[in-house]
Structures are given as structure tokens and as C-alpha cells.
């Protein structure tokens, strides 16, 4: 049972990056997920979320700029990130909602 997040890296302010979550031992498309990042010197953030349905929720200081989606097919969780800030700096984790199973870490920098 595992979740793998992928696709961080280094982006210009005003930039946009997708990340991806590939989720394995589970069935994955029963579960809502979410999204939480860290940034330095912070606690965690819970950024976003998908029921298994496909309803999403949005954190005030991502609204408008994520999108959160997922394929089941693929058992793929998605996060679309446009006009990055320097304060989107942080490591990105996907998460199963129940049973709190967290993947590792993706890091985005956001610097000019």
C-alpha cells in the first residue's frame, strides 16, 4: 500500500507544473484524497481535496489557481498548479483521507 508523488521542481513566479500521485494496493477510487504541502519553517497545509466521487474543496490560497483530479483508471491522483507564487514554496504530499496513508514528498520551488 503506497502512494508516489512526482513532478516538482523549480518554476518561475507565474508559472504552472502538475503534479502527479500513483497510488498502489488499494482501491484507489474508493478513497477521497487530498493534497497538504509543508513549506519551511511551517506546519502542514491541507490544500485540497477529491471525494471518490470527484467533488473537490479548495484551500482560500489555492482557489482559482489548483485543480485537483484523478483518474481511477490510471489510479491517479492530479494536481494542476498555475500562477505559482513564491509562497507555493513547499513539499507536496499526497494523502489518502482515510487511514492517513501519506506518500513522500515532492518538492516545488517557486523562484525567479
Known amino acids: 500500500v503506497q502512494l508516489q508523488a512526482s513532478g516538482g521542481g523549480l518554476v518561475r513566479p507565474g508559472g504552472s507544473l502538475k503534479l502527479s500521485c500513483a497510488a498502489s494496493g488499494f482501491t484507489f477510487s474508493s478513497y477521497a484524497m487530498k493534497w497538504v504541502r509543508q513549506a519551511p519553517g511551517k506546519g502542514p497545509e491541507r490544500i485540497c481535496t477529491i471525494t471518490s466521487s470527484g467533488n473537490t474543496f479548495y484551500a482560500d490560497s489555492v482557489k482559482g489557481r489548483f485543480t485537483v483530479s484523478r483518474d481511477n483508471a490510471k489510479n491517479t491522483l492530479y494536481l494542476q498548479m498555475n500562477s505559482l507564487k513564491s509562497e507555493d514554496t513547499a513539499v507536496y504530499y499526497c494523502?489518502?483521507?482515510?487511514?492517513?496513508?501519506r506518500g513522500q514528498g515532492t518538492l516545488v520551488t517557486v523562484s525567479s
Open positions: 494523502e489518502r483521507i482515510i487511514g492517513g496513508l
